[in-house]
């Protein structure tokens, strides 16, 4: 069946058909190809589920499983333009993340998990960033952020604001 | 044995080098000579054999002998068998592969691409976790590299061994480090962990044959090839002769160290270096001149070290002695005399609740209710009670009294047990104080709304 693609464009496929030599089924291809498009939208919409699952000889069903079990993966609307993981494991609450996340997203404006209403910033809390030598950190696309104070936090902000704008 | 004050980094050696991690600083190093040497000179069975001899026991949390493990593969199986390593670094507190992949990557697939020879796996997954950027950047530039020089691919250096070695990447979920369940998730599926047997070595990825170690396991492996079984031996821990069942605890360990130290930050020290000389030594001791309350020894789900526990050496055997679930990752976390204790089992079972994938009822509803205990005990509305009922769920989730299918569940059931059990006084004071008129009640009471796991 030749389905006319809705969401995912000629060079994602592409980009999802030079990984297959790498892995004996179809279906490890899942994730990545759920991340070439999250990367690319900022979220997995339905539609790209079920043209994944016809790419990779998938029920939607499998794919959208997967999806779903990560929480990584948005699906019904983009996240921000910046992604913010702010840790609130253990070496980071020590050392003041909670405090760091909770000034963060009063500034912005939003509740952990939000997106400011400009679409510039989602602050999400994350589970252990495995940088607890540089507690209480941020990683903010491919950016960790160190160390982080309410002073910092508010430098970022400011960047992200005017990155925005 | 080497003791901790005369100790070189080995493992950490690029750490603080110009350019560390490229192949030529790796090569000027002695990289990938014993590799060539390798190749050339030994059958896979004899690599399987130096590993086992080493006594290396794998560095991901679980310590089982990596050898062993090696052997556990079926002999003259038709392929292919697949390496996974196991760079899902999740653990609160840890943070070792992360620095391991970024200062010195080389180091990392020397120990890979040895570790498929001796297994004779053709195809290497590298399954990285989302929230590593730099480390997956830095391993694909050294991937590139050792294909171009010919240390992977077909044929390596004239041996007729082929070697692909692929990076996968996770989507932030911790459950991936469970070696089943590391699996699913590179098949293209919900990582739910496996019922075991069959164990990876007969089924594992794609239904063939596979072994998942730890980054740090491979790094240990690309050591003991260049520096010898003997040296290895040297350092840690000998194994217990009163005890036959105790493989020892050989070789170096990178601690990491987190939490209220003055120098928080991750140490290579011989296994078996206490918690106190860690903290003291390496990390400038407790901060603001304080004393700890207590100490994770080994990731959040190890439990708790007391205070006058630290004198507890942090080998393989070492946290166990004292009522911990074992070494696991060996991230010490310090939790100073000014946190609350019940602050601490909260951020604990929050991690756990929102990490159990769901499979086992024993494991998805016991991190739950924990979770859901300790917010209502913060809110000012603990009973004695539920130091009961916690304890009653700590002792009856997991592996070990044989309800989860995986080791999560005991993972946040440890700190429950060792926090009620090292600071019960603290835990009733608390809710005495804090529920003055509720204290005593038994019956059974609404949970709150979990305003924050999710």
Known sequence: MIAQRKVLTDEMVAQIEALAPRYPTKQALTLPALHIVHDELRHVPLDAVVEIAQLLDLAPAEVQDTLTFYQFF???????????????????????????????????????????????????????????????????????????????????????????S | MSDSQSFQPVLLEAVGVENGHSLESYRSRGGYAPLEKLLAEKQPPEVVEMVKSSGLRGRGGAGFMTGLKWTFLPKDHPGPIYLCVNADESEPGTFNNRILMEDDPHQILEGTIISAYATRASTAYIYLRYEYPQSWNSLQ?????????????????????????????????????????????????????????????????????????????????????????????????????????????????????????????????????????????????????????????????????????????????????????????????????????????????????????????????????????????????????????????????GMMPGSTICGLADGAAWPIKNAIAKFRDEFEEYIKQSNPTGYMETDPVPALPILSAH
């Open chain 1, 74 to 164: 948005h699906q019904e609307k983009p996240h921000g333009k910046v992604r913010a993981f702010v840790c609130r494991s253990i070496s980071c609450a020590l050392r003041g993340g909670e405090q760091v996340l909770d000034h963060l997203c009063s500034q912005a404006g939003i509740k952990p998990g939000e997106t400011t209403p400009d679409g510039s910033l989602t602050v999400e809390p994350a589970e252990c960033l495995g940088a607890c030598d540089f507690a209480p950190c941020m990683l903010a696309g491919d950016d960790l952020h160190k160390d982080l104070t309410p002073e910092k936090a508010d430098q970022f902000l400011n960047t992200v604001r005017g990155g925005a």
């Open chain 2, 141 to 397: 530039a050294a991937i590139d590299e050792a294909y171009a020089a010919g240390y992977l691919g077909q044929n390596i250096k004239g041996s007729g061994f082929s070697l692909d070695i692929y990076l996968h990447r996770g989507a932030a979920a911790y459950i991936c480090g469970e070696e089943t369940g590391l699996i699913e998730s590179l098949e293209g599926k919900r990582a739910w962990p496996r019922i075991k047997p069959p164990f990876p070595a007969i089924e594992g990825a794609f239904r063939k044959p596979t072994v998942v170690n730890n980054i740090e396991t491979m790094a240990c492996v690309a050591q003991i090839a260049r520096r010898g079984v003997d040296w290895f031996r040297s350092i840690g821990v000998p194994a217990d002769p009163n005890n036959p069942r105790d493989p020892g605890s050989y070789g170096p360990k990178l601690y990491c160290l987190s939490g209220h130290v003055e120098k928080p930050g991750c140490y290579e020290a011989p296994l078996g270096i206490t918690a106190r000389e860690l903290i003291d030594r390496f990390g400038g001791g407790v901060w603001k001149g304080r004393r700890a309350k207590a100490v994770i020894p080994g990731g959040i789900s190890m439990g708790l070290l007391s205070e006058a526990e630290l004198d507890t050496p942090l080998d393989f055997a070492g946290p166990g002695k004292a009522g911990c679930l074992g070494l696991g990752t060996a991230a010490v976390v310090v939790i100073d005399e000014t946190v609350s204790i019940v602050d601490f089992l909260h951020n604990s079972c929050r991690f756990f609740a929102h990490e159990s994938c769901g499979q086992c009822t024993p494991c998805r509803e016991g991190t739950s209710w924990s979770l859901r205990m300790l917010e209502r005990i913060r809110a000012g509305k603990g009973r004695l009670k539920d130091l009961e009922l916690l304890a009653e769920i700590g002792s009856t989730m």
